[in-house]
């Protein structure tokens, strides 16, 4: 009898770690992929792609599955690439730099920067969000429409999600070994969150 309650717990603990090590796995790849930076959107993309495939439908293969969802994110969001890490430099450039203004110039700055950077934020979750149920023929176009129609329909979610990540970065800026252990898994966390309820769907663009 205890030969056969250890069984299973033993199962347990090893399926567990195989989950652990293979969330792992995809962050480190999408570090590796992301070094050269204009590589960063499709990336995580593919992360959050493989993370439904690997991860929570426990299909084998992560490295190969990731690589194939790169190649499929690239011709959809590749466009992003440059945009996405230019942008976020110059938001941390601006809010730093109006940090430091004293006065009511500062303020008024700052109250127009942050919000465009939380906006920023929860269009970036939601891009995670729509293609983690995205199906293999959904354009780019149709990916663009999902996360607008995403956006709106579920723009309280979003808003906890842009609080939940602002934490994390401040956190991170704090403590930068926080940065290789979640800059990729933490968004995709949050943006599995949104769509928890449709992975049981059919796969197609939300909308």
């Keep these: 009898m205890e030969q056969q309650r250890r069984r299973p717990r033993s199962a347990a ?8 090590g293979d969330t792992l796995l995809l962050q480190v790849l999408f570090l590796l992929v992301s070094l050269p930076l204009f590589t960063m959107v499709p990336a995580a993309v593919a992360l959050q792609r493989a993370l439904r495939k690997t ?37 941390v450039f601006s809010i730093l730099f109006w940090l430091a203004t004293p006065g009511v110039a500062g303020v008024l700055a700052l109250c127009v920067i942050i919000p465009i ?22 354009t780019g176009r149709e990916l663009v429409r999902s996360i607008q129609g995403l956006m709106l329909a579920k723009s309280l979610p979003l808003a906890g999600c842009v609080v939940v990540l602002s934490t994390w970065l401040l956190l991170a800026f704090r403590l930068p070994t926080l940065i290789p252990l979640g800059s990729g898994l933490v968004p995709a966390f949050l943006a599995w969150l949104l769509v928890r309820q449709q992975m049981g769907a059919p796969n197609g663009a939300t909308g």
Excluded: K, N
Aim: aromatic content about 12%; some cysteine.
């Design 13 to 20: 603990v090893m399926t567990a770690l195989e989950t652990v």
């Design 55 to 91: 991860v929570i439908e426990e299909r084998p293969g992560v490295a190969r599955s990731f690589f194939r969802e790169f190649s499929w994110a690239w011709p959809r969001v590749g466009y992003l690439g440059l945009a996405v890490p230019m942008a976020i430099a110059a938001a």
């Design 117 to 138: 950077c939380g906006f920023g934020a929860a269009a970036y979750v939601a891009l995670l969000a729509v293609s983690m149920v995205a199906g293999d023929a959904v």
